[in-house]
C-alpha cells in the first residue's frame, strides 16, 4: 500500500509563500486523486486543492489565485505552491490520496482513504 509523507511546512509572515510536498512511497494508481487538506485550529479538515493524473486541479474558492497544486511523475511527487498567505492559512496541511473514481477529484476528505501524517504551516500577521 501506497504511503505519502509530507514535507516544507514551517512559520512565516502574511504574505510570504511556502511549498509544500507529498512524496508517495511508489507509484500506485493509474488513475488517481490527490489531495490538499488542512486543518485549523478548532476547526474540520477542509479540502484545499486536488490535481488527477491527467494534471486537472481544483482549488477552495478561499486559496484560488494563491496557492498552486502540481506533480512531478517521475517522483511519485505532488507540490502546493502557496503564495500570499494569510494567518487565516494557519493549519495542519496533508496529503491525501486514492483511485479517480470521480472527476474532478473532489474536496472531500471522506472520499480519500489514504493520508500521510500532515506538516503544520503556521501564518503570523
Known amino acids: 500500500q501506497v504511503q505519502l509523507k509530507e514535507s516544507g511546512g514551517g512559520s512565516v509572515q502574511a504574505g510570504g509563500s511556502l511549498k509544500l510536498s507529498c512524496a508517495a512511497s511508489?507509484?500506485?494508481?493509474?488513475?488517481?486523486?490527490m489531495g490538499w487538506f488542512r486543518e485549523g485550529p478548532g476547526k474540520d479538515r477542509e479540502g484545499v486543492a486536488s490535481i488527477d493524473a491527467d494534471g486537472t486541479a481544483t482549488y477552495a474558492d478561499s486559496v484560488k489565485g494563491r496557492f498552486t497544486i502540481s506533480q512531478d511523475n517521475a517522483k511519485n511527487t505532488v507540490y502546493l505552491q502557496m503564495n500570499s498567505l494569510k494567518p487565516e492559512d494557519t493549519a495542519m496541511y496533508f496529503c491525501a490520496t486514492d483511485v479517480a473514481t470521480v472527476v474532478p477529484c473532489p474536496l472531500k476528505a471522506p472520499w480519500y482513504v489514504t493520508w500521510g501524517q500532515g506538516t503544520q504551516v503556521t501564518v503570523s500577521s
Open positions: 511508489n507509484s500506485h494508481y493509474d488513475n488517481y486523486c
